[in-house]
Each structure stands twice: as structure tokens, then as C-alpha cells.
């Protein structure tokens, strides 16, 4: 039986903090701009520019929303890396 690939999602504060959740299916955030960016496993490679709002994000079948800062988001290979000013 195959797995499905699943996302992690590492958010790097400038203070040291460091947040990372694993075994994601979904991930939503804001961007600067204003639009709202969904991530699913296998997206592209992406640079962004994210708001400072909640990112939003599915794991195991429920919903969870964590806070952060304004960054710079990476997608690579199932990473989704947000370094932050906070």
C-alpha cells in the first residue's frame, strides 16, 4: 500500500523560536498581497512573501491554525519553511 505524501512546516523566528509540525495534508497562508496560498504535497517550488497572519493547516483529519509574523515563505520538496521577523 502506498502512502500519501504529507507536508512539514517549519517556521524560523529571527528571535530562535523554531515551529515544526509534521504529517500535514493541507496548508493555507496569507501573502502580502492579500491572497490566500493552499499548499497541497508535491506543490512546486515556491518563494513568497507571507502576511502576519494565522496559517491555517490540516493534520490527521482536524484543522489547526498557528500564528506568525510577516516572512519570506519556501516551498521544496514537501517543506514549507517561513522565516520570520518575530
Known amino acids: 500500500m502506498k502512502t500519501e505524501p504529507l507536508i512539514t512546516l517549519k517556521v524560523f523566528a529571527a528571535s ?46 482536524i484543522d489547526h491554525e498557528v500564528a506568525a509574523q510577516s516572512g519570506i515563505l519556501m516551498v521544496e520538496r514537501n517543506v514549507v519553511s517561513i522565516l520570520t521577523s518575530g
Do not use: C, F, Q, W
Request: proline share 2%; hydrophobic share 35%.
Open 16 to 61: 530562535g523560536t523554531v515551529t515544526e509540525i509534521d504529517r500535514i495534508s493541507s496548508l493555507n497562508v496569507s501573502l502580502e498581497n492579500g491572497d490566500l496560498l493552499g499548499i497541497l504535497p508535491g506543490h512546486d517550488k515556491l518563494i513568497a512573501a507571507t502576511a502576519s497572519e494565522t496559517i491555517r493547516y490540516r493534520r490527521e483529519g
